[in-house]
C-alpha cells in the first residue's frame, strides 16, 4: 500500500479548499482512501498530465476539483501536491 505525504503548500491549500467546501469533507476523506488502497481505481481518474506539469499527476475528487500528486511508484509513496478546481490548478 502506498504511503501518503503531503506538503507544507497542499497542507495551505488544504485548510482553504476544506473552508471553502465543506460538503466535499466525506468525499475528499474517501477519495484519499481509495487513493491509497488502490491508485488505479477508475473512479479516481488518474492520469499523467502534460506540457509544465507533465511530472505530475492528476486524480479527481468530483468532476470539478482535482487532487495534483506526485506518484512515486518505486518508493511506493504518493506526495499530494495542491488541490483545487480544475481550471485554477492548469
Do not use: C, W
Not at 25 to 46: A, D, F, G, M, W
Request: charged share 25%; net charge positive.
Amino acid at each position: 500500500m502506498p504511503k501518503i505525504l503531503t506538503t507544507p503548500f497542499y497542507e495551505k491549500r488544504l485548510k482553504t479548499f476544506q473552508v471553502k467546501h465543506p460538503e466535499l469533507k466525506e468525499k475528499y476523506i474517501k477519495t484519499i482512501k481509495l487513493l491509497q488502497v488502490n491508485p488505479s481505481h477508475p473512479s479516481l481518474r488518474l492520469h499523467k498530465l502534460k506540457g509544465n506539469l507533465s511530472d505530475l499527476y492528476s486524480a479527481s475528487l468530483n468532476m470539478q476539483y482535482r487532487i495534483l500528486l506526485d506518484f512515486i511508484i518505486k518508493d511506493d509513496q504518493i506526495i499530494l501536491i495542491n488541490i483545487g478546481d480544475h481550471d485554477g490548478m492548469y
